[in-house]
């Protein structure tokens, strides 16, 4: 890759390789911008098979959390963190883990506060514990509010009642069929929080036992993975990975509205153009699923619970503001919403 021309094209501010290697230790912070406060965003641990695909997904995960925090109207910036694993199947356990996360703690107090790293895949509160006892700019501690995934889930699901009033003009969700893709924590909290408003649920997950819990505590019907995407449904929530609307899913999909948690959905942004194409409309899905980073406002910007849980009620209002910019500038809800957070870190950068 060549880095000068990456960070022209996506405008990050500062990428910083660490390593120790008495640690073990081979680390990227990438602060894609701070325009608007501390760069947020978590810290992945992951098997890469290339110190280039490693850099590649830091640049572009930080830049989605700019673009994810800044719509929120959270006053962070974006960033993210990956930790190079040298083997895929062994993560490393007991004291190595302690010594790789202690390490990475020293790294990010080195930047006095510009990064405050966070759980994401592959790590766990308990390890943020162990970079707290290196720093203090660190959040998704065990004594915050906890796991994001039920506040990601609200958040999609105030983003499904707006779609329902801009498409069906009433934002209740009694009667409407949801097809999730993937039950696990996201994906299943999803499903209590539908089927407690009156939606039908289709569900599918490659773990069977998830598939059978949903079905038989909220009625839901299995479908297989495969499947999900061809089903008749009013909405399709990708829950499980990203990059699945593509060339060959986004013909096949039979629902009027996509919404749903997984990051980085479509494949290539023309994808947004697409479905658009089909009449399907597709919720950018930084704004949907914000609601976990939003729940870290409590442990990061010390706001109260009922502030953090008004403003993920709010992406109901975002949902709908994206949608009335996207009509009335003949584009997607998918540019709209980059053109938001773009004007937006602009009139900062100018104060
Ligand atoms: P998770 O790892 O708990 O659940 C993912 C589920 O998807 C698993 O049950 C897995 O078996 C299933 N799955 C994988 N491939 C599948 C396929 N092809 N078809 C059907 N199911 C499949 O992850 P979690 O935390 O629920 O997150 C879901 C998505 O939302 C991820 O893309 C994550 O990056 C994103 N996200 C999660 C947030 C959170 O608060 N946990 C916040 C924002 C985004």
Known sequence: MNLLHALDELGHEQVTVCRDSAANYLGIIAL????LGPAVGGTRLW???????ALTDVLRLSRAMTYKNALAGLPFGGGKGVLMTPAPAAPPAGPARETLFRAHGRFVERLHGLYIAGEDVGTTPADMAMVAEETRHVAGLTT???????????????????????????????????AI?????????????????????????LDPTRVDHVVSELRAVAIAPANVVDVPVDIFAPCA????LDDETV??????AVVGAANNQLLEPRHGDALAAREILYIPDYAANAGGVISGSVDIAGWDRGKMEAAIDRIYDTVLEI??????AHTTP??????????RIAQARQR
């Open 251 to 256: 013909p096949r999909l039979r629902a009027q």
């Open 334 to 343: 998918a540019r709209a919403a980059d053109r938001m957070v773009e004007d």
């Open 144 to 178: 915050g509010v906890g796991d994001p995934a039920p506040f990601t889930a609200r958040g999609v699901c105030r983003a499904m009642q707006a779609v329902a009033s801009v498409l069906w003009g009433r934002d209740d969700l009694e009667g409407r069929t949801v």
């Open 32 to 35: 894609h911008s701070t325009a």
């Open 181 to 205: 893709q993937g039950l696990g924590s996201v994906g299943t909290h999803l499903a209590e929080a539908l089927a407690a408003r009156g939606a039908r649920l289709l569900v599918s997950d």
């Open 241 to 244: 990975l990203g990059g699945v």
């Open 323 to 328: 949608c009335s910019k996207a009509r009335a």
């Open 47 to 53: 098997h890469y098979p290339s110190f280039d695909a």
